[in-house]
């Protein structure tokens, strides 16, 4: 028990006599044996120590750091390509800027080591900084298009100043570094002595020099930001106009498709359904009549018999005649409604006012004067434009839709002309054959013989001319209309057109008024 207890008095002891201790030995700074009032703790005199100002400059590149981070993010590739350079600059100076700065912290902490190592490590990184600046200046020169001249040339002089400014901070260190080393070789060092020796106006400059730093850093941290910020806004800006555009091109796409799917339904298999209507009809009263005819193939009068099996074989052949007719006027009747011009149009619409939603973009960041304000006024103007011209592409292609619709109307009415052509030349042979059958009297008969040849006769005579003059002229129609309606269509596109380059000048003047 007693034993435990001298333990604890000496655990006690020890700790209390610490800081004695130290008053032999005095505490560390810049890796001297000497315990320098202020130094460590942070007021060796108003601009505070290397520790704490160095930690300022930290913090300062972590701020550079964090604002140009969020260009990372960037959703538009140009925009993001355009930023590149300005971004690997101050990510750049912040890499080649931490180790010299953490460096010079370790340094003004640490208790021991080699200053003339240690201030050679850090002199080495600042050569390279140094080395670096022309690399900087000449990338942040390569993002005058984004930035404009005077933001570049705002940019350039703080990097001038912030290389100018760690070239001093080498000049320093060989200034205090002697008296360091020094101070560092004294064999028994009292506080005095170290008091003596420790180079006080070199630290206060160094000290100056962190603060420069710091300085000019802060004052460039609004700007920074506000660059960041302007280009992030225009990042939305034109990612916004590109998805309202994008999904109009898809709009404007699936409507073709559906005007198209109009079209082919409502008007071209309409033509086709009716021209194959017709051919149904013929096939049919042809199959009856040749049924009627077939009971008289057989017929005692020969005479009968023949005119029987010729007319048969001439309905045949008209069959096929007309069928074939009317299958190859429908296979050339195809309607359809030219899609190209309208796309071309909406891509025009689309490249143009994407073109100029560019340049309010690169004003804004490059602060061109009052581009902040004009853009606030007018940057919802740019989607107006292909949403009007979309709107005005889909009615003239929905309009025309509708016209052709009521002209296929009509030419399915013109067809009824075809169609009783065709009725009334079946209609000749069944007049022959009407209440005729194979045990009729013989004079009867021979009197529908006669009938029926006179129907071949017109049959051979007019059948094939009436109907195939008939089908041409309907073609003859159907080209005309198709021409007409892609006519009308063209001008409505090209209405369009108008309405954009109209729409396009008078947006490009009222911008052009607010930023003058
Ligand atoms: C520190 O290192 C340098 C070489 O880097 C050497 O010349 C010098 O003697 C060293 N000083 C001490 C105190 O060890
Ligand atoms: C830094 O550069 C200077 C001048 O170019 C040179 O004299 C010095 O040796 C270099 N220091 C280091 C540590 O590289
Ligand atoms: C900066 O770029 C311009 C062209 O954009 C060029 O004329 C000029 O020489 C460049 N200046 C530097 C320092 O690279
Ligand atoms: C350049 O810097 C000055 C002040 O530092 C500022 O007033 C001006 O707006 C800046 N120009 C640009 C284009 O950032
Ligand atoms: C560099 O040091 C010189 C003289 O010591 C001083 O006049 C100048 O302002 C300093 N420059 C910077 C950027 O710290
Ligand atoms: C347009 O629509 C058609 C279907 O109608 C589709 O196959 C095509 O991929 C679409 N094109 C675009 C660019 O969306
Ligand atoms: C129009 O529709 C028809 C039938 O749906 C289709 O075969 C044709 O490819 C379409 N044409 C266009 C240009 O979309
Ligand atoms: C069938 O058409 C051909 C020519 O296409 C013509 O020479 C022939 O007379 C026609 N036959 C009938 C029965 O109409
Ligand atoms: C007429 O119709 C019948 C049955 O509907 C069919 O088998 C025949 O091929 C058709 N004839 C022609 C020439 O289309
Ligand atoms: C109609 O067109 C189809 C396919 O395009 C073809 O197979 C057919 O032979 C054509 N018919 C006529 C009568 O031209
Ligand atoms: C169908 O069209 C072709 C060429 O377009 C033409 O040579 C042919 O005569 C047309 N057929 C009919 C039946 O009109
Ligand atoms: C319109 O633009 C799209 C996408 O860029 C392209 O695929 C299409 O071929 C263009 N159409 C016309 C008619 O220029």
Redesign the pocket.
Known sequence: MKKYHHLLVCLVLCIVTIPQHGDTNPRPDFAVPARMTGVGSGSLDSTGNVVQNTNRVLNLLDQFQSITETLYGLQTPELYRLATGFRLVLDSLVESGSPIFQGLSNAARLSSGNITTVFDGIRQSINATIALNELHQAAINGTSLLLGTAGVQNISTVLDQLVRNVANLSVTLDEIEPALVEIQQLVRPSQALVDSRYPRDGIRKLNGILLDYVNIGRSTVPQINAIVNRIRMMDGFIARLASVTGGLRSYLNSTLATVNGTIYNGVQLLLQNALRTIRTNFNGTVTSTTRKLKQFFLDDLESVQLAARNASGLLVKRLTNVTELLDEVANNTTVVMEG?ET??VM?RTIAIVTELAWRMALSVTSSVPGADSCFAKFNYEYDKIPRLIYGSLVSCGQGEARSLQSVANALVGYLGVVQAQLTSEADQYNQCLSGLVPGSADALKLQRAVCLQGAEQLSAIWGDTVVDNQLQAFEELVREEVGYSATRHYQCVQTSDQLLLTEVRSLWRAIAGCFS
């Open positions: 190209h796309e071309w891509n």
